[in-house]
């Protein structure tokens, strides 16, 4: 008998499942590389068992990307963790009036981070932190030109939405003019976080004075009219429910046909000690895969889904690659210092390109080293 190919495969394993006649629909979009809706994301997140949304995801993950799974080289840079924002989730920040609780870095003391790299083969640095209202936009162009002048070919990527969108009113420079300034002083591409969920009642009771979502996405927007590439992320698992996180994806996702300049995007699971949501509950690990997997099924437009490990712990991380991941963030070090503050089992955030690898052959993946655009640089 001949063997059934992928697709009959998949048909197949669908129609096996006792739910698996309401979702013949959604599999045949899947098949035929069409977008599902708004509802199909929605029925996928309220319906469908775990392992259907698996065979799904796992279908889409292999047929862009086959077993392959990315890391990078990267070090964090964390500036400070002073910040004027509040947000409910927070557990790294110091308010500027308790700046002395915190930490501010001088542009040496960051250099010399970065110098203490100087024949290590990184290929990223990643500047992420709070919102210090004396660390404006020339203090970071300073420091990027800084870091370009001593390693040419490091990717420098940095800053949020949020800490941009306060330097450039601070400047009063408009996105435009501000983006292109960090730009011109050698800033590579953005990540993504800051966008927690653009639902405005529900970034009210999270996060009402930062960047709204039409700020994130106009930054991210100019970004990638320069020719720069971001990430995206969304943090779940607290007080939204499934509607919001398909509007938060959905303006990603039509944000990403306007301009095709995400590469990744990042759902980020709520941890919840050290802040002012420490009474929510966490999310399950089965809602964390169903995430990842309605996610890679939605995002058909973006190319990558990453799961954090330090945030998510490297064996669930090591889960999520059946689950539609195909990257799993770098070998960075004990700099970061966002997750271990908000409880996650990753206290100290290290891992070495052999246990990346190891971890990955584990899942029955293939590892390969990427730089952050995704060029490979090296396949295990
Ligand atoms: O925006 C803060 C999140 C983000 C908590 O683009 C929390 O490659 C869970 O965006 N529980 C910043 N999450 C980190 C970030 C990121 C990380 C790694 C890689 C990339 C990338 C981006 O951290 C914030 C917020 O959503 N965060 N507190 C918390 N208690
Ligand atoms: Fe500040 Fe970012 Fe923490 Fe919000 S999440 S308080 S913007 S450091």
């Known amino acids: 008998m001949q063997k059934p190919n992928k697709e009959e495969q998949l048909i197949a394993e669908i129609n096996a499942l006792p739910e698996g006649k309401n979702f013949k629909k959604i599999a045949e979009k899947v098949i035929a590389d069409e977008r599902i809706t708004d509802e199909e994301g929605i029925l996928l997140f309220d319906k469908a068992s ?9 279908y889409i993950r292999e047929k862009k990307h086959g077993d392959k799974t990315f890391f990078n080289r990267n070090f964090h840079i ?105 730009h011109d002083a050698g800033l590579q591409s953005m990540p993504g976080g800051g966008a927690e969920i653009f639902d405005p009642e529900i970034r009210k009771q999270i996060c009402e004075d930062k960047v709204d979502a039409e700020g994130w996405l106009k930054i991210h927007e100019e970004a990638h009219l320069l020719g720069m590439h971001t990430n995206a992320t969304m943090l779940y698992g607290h007080i939204e429910n499934y509607g919001h996180r398909i509007d938060h994806m ?85 700099s970061t210092k966002i997750y271990s503050m908000a409880g996650s089992e990753e206290q100290s955030p290290k891992m070495s390109t052999d246990e990346l690898v190891m971890l990955i052959s584990q899942a029955g993946r293939k590892a390969v080293e990427r730089d952050t655009l995704y060029n490979e640089v090296v396949q295990f």
């Open 250 to 334: 959905s303006r990603l996702r039509n944000l990403q046909d306007k301009t095709n300049g995400f590469n990744t995007f990042i759902p980020l699971k709520f941890r919840n000690k050290n802040n002012d949501m420490s009474n929510v509950p966490e999310s399950s690990i089965i809602e964390d895969m169903k995430m990842y997997a309605v996610a890679r099924i939605y995002m058909d437009n973006f190319p990558h889904l990453k799961a954090y490990w330090p945030m998510l712990g490297r064996q669930n991380a090591q889960l999520s690659l059946s689950f539609g991941v195909d990257d799993i963030d770098g070998t960075i070090d004990d």
């Open 50 to 58: 775990l392992g259907l949304t698996a065979i799904l995801a796992n």
């Open 78 to 182: 964390e500036p400070t963790n002073v910040c004027v924002f509040s947000c409910k989730f927070c557990s790294y920040s110091r308010l500027y009036a308790h700046r002395d609780e915190g930490w501010a870095l001088s542009k040496e003391q960051m250099m010399d981070i970065v110098k203490s790299y100087d024949g290590i083969p990184v290929t990223e640095v990643h500047i992420v932190g709070g919102v210090h209202p004396k660390m404006n936009l020339d203090f970071f162009c300073d420091f990027i030109s800084q870091i370009k002048q001593h390693r040419p070919q490091l990717h420098v990527k940095g800053f949020t939405a949020v800490e941009l969108d306060y330097m450039f009113r601070k400047a009063k420079l408009s996105v435009k003019e501000g983006m292109k300034k960090l």
